[in-house]
């Protein structure tokens, strides 16, 4: 419901606007009294309007008496008819002509956010935000990363300081939603990047392998140890009377004798016999 109204008020009595309205809207205008006096005026919902106009007690969601002008703003919780009523009952000869306006509040809050569309950050980053709501009081600001929420409040300064080295460098969505205490609700949201110095650190093993020198006495020296191989040492003297160098060798294990045997194959039968033998074992021919 809403819409501009010109009323004329006689003396003595009232004449009002009414309307159904759905529970969580945000109604918001202002009214006048271009000719006359001044005037009194109620917003009433259904059952105070049956109280009014019977002359009984009741209560008003809103109420100005005796004013030239007034700007109001309301969220009115239930749905239902509501009368918005401009009594001239106080006034024995002067009629009262008003112009009013009213209003649906539809317009989410706005909001300007420090971030740039494209943008690329490191470290930590600072994110602030201006909300502004024009008729209501600002319900809740949220901020979340790739759709993760991250904080919540109702100022409208905002402000948080994002770490962005916890996340990986690339593109990153930042939004930003407002809500107004009439359910209006709106979003700002920039795609940054983030780049930041990845540091990696390689580990590098080293084995190390002795050889030491002497002179005079030979010794082994051998790192790290061989088992199972016998080590030889031989001492080779340069000069007499003068230095000497100890090489170590690894010397062959002794091979075990193998012995082949030499098979002779039967004329008679075809059978293998080894050699040496002089008859055949199998058919007993002399070979």
Known sequence: MAGSWTLTVGPLSCDWVYGYVTGGSGKYGDFEVTSGSDITFYLLNSAEWEHYKNNQAFSALLAYEDVVSHSFAIKLYTSDTYYWIFDNYD??????????????????????????????????KEITATITEDQFSIGSVELRIDGVLKKTESDSSFSYSWTTTGYSNGAHTIRITASDNVGNSGYEEVVVNVANVVTTTSTTSTTTTSRSTTTGTPQDVLSPPV??????????????????YAFLRKKRPPQPDVHAKVLVICPFCGAKTEQGITHCQHCKAPL
């Not at 009262?96 to 009213?102: D, W, Y």
């Not at 539809?106 to 950050?121: E, F, Q, R, V």
């Not at 016998?230 to 000497?244: D, K, N, P, Q």
């Open 91 to 124: 006034a024995l000869m002067t009629t009262q002509t008003v112009s009013f306006n009213l209003y649906s509040d539809t317009t989410p809050p706005s909001i300007s956010m420090n971030l740039d569309a494209g943008a690329t950050y490191s470290g930590i």
């Open 227 to 244: 088992t199972g191989v016998v080590l030889a040492v031989v001492l080779s003297i340069a000069a007499a009377g003068g230095g000497g």
